[in-house]
């Protein structure tokens, strides 16, 4: 497993492709371009949601910087956890289409459990996330 990692900005690093923070009461999930998301970081991540949030749950908004790559291991993955995650509602900013097609694909496939949506605008997508703030 990759080793995880704090920096001095407040953001958690899960295998040297992942940025995860808080601001303001939403949790941000930030890709980096040309991330390989597997297992292993997709475990990592989710310790990673767990002691940001003190496993509460939160509004949560997922984005890229570039191209990304989920693992069939690592989505399976996700599918099974999503009920231990603290994931109050999700939202997945995606400008670009790729990474659109991507969302669309996990959100029509895998149906998640708690509120899931795709957004082309941050700014959409902060909206709705506020919504769910102290809920």
Not at 11 to 32: P, Q, T
Not at 79 to 104: C, D, H, N, W
């Amino acid at each position: 497993m990759e080793k995880k990692e704090h920096s001095d900005d407040g953001k958690f690093v899960a295998g040297n492709c992942v940025e995860i923070w808080m601001s303001e009461g939403i949790v941000h999930v930030l890709y980096l371009d040309g991330a390989e998301i597997t297992q292993e970081i997709k475990h990592e991540m989710h310790l990673i949601f767990l002691r940001i949030t003190a496993e509460k749950k939160y509004p949560f908004l997922f984005s890229a910087e570039g191209s990304l790559w989920y693992t069939k291991e690592a989505r399976d993955y996700a599918s099974q956890i999503e009920p231990k995650q603290p994931f109050l509602a999700v939202a997945m900013f995606a400008p670009t289409l790729g990474y659109r097609l991507i969302a669309e694909f996990y959100g029509r496939f895998y149906k998640p459990l708690s509120p899931y949506e795709v957004f082309r605008e941050k700014e959409e997508a902060m909206e709705w996330l506020n919504t769910f703030k102290g809920k």
